[in-house]
Each structure stands twice: as structure tokens, then as C-alpha cells.
Nanobody
């Protein structure tokens, strides 16, 4: 059974930092690209970032230069480092299997972790 479990969300002030983790199981992690998407309150899904099998990366313009995606294939885990956070970064962050850079809810995803950026 494919499982993706996000962790690391929380409440942080503007300008602060967080690191999200996505623990994967039930498939050969190293063979798949992985993605992060988010959903702000009352809004649709927004693609955030993705990383391919060889650790090539992509970022939405809204987070480029502030977020960094990485992966550890030995630990079957993907990370998202969030820096210089803004209030508009608030939302539920989901990790997903595959390179999903469309603003739709990915079919293979975790349950999400809440990130709240507030003074």
C-alpha cells in the first residue's frame, strides 16, 4: 500500500522558517519524482515544488528563492525547507508521488500538514 506521511507543519511568524518532511512507503521511492502542493484557506490547489529521480528541481514563481526541496532516497523521505515565510504561504501542504505541476489535487498524496504564518 502506498503511503505518504507529511510532518513538520506549525505556526510561525512572518520571516520565519520551517522544514516539512514526507515519509514514503509502499513503493520504490528512488524511482519516482515527488512533488509538493498546497491549498490556502478558501482557495484551490497550488503547485509548489517538485524533485525528479536525479534531484532535479522545479519551483513555483511564488516560492522560488525561498523554498528548497530535497530528498533522501536511503530514508525514503522528501523535504521542503520553507524560509522567509509570508502570510500568503499559509495553507495545507501535501506531498505527492510523481511530478505534478498542475494546480489539481494529486491522486497519490498524503494527508497534509498545516502551515500557518501569522504575526
Amino acid at each position: 500500500e502506498v503511503q505518504l506521511v507529511e510532518s513538520g507543519g506549525g505556526l510561525v511568524q512572518p520571516g520565519g522558517s520551517l522544514t516539512l518532511s514526507c515519509a514514503a512507503s509502499g513503493f520504490t521511492f528512488s524511482l519516482y519524482a515527488m512533488s509538493w502542493v498546497r491549498q490556502a484557506p478558501g482557495k484551490g490547489i497550488e503547485w509548489v515544488s517538485a524533485i525528479d529521480r536525479r534531484s532535479g528541481t522545479g519551483y513555483a514563481d511564488s516560492v522560488k528563492g525561498r523554498f528548497t526541496v530535497s530528498r533522501d532516497n536511503r530514508q525514503n523521505t522528501m523535504y521542503l525547507r520553507l524560509e522567509r515565510l509570508k502570510t500568503e504561504d499559509t495553507g495545507i501542504y501535501y506531498c505527492a508521488r510523481d511530478w505534478v505541476d498542475t494546480n489539481t489535487l494529486p491522486p497519490v498524496r498524503g494527508q497534509g500538514t498545516q502551515v500557518t504564518v501569522s504575526p
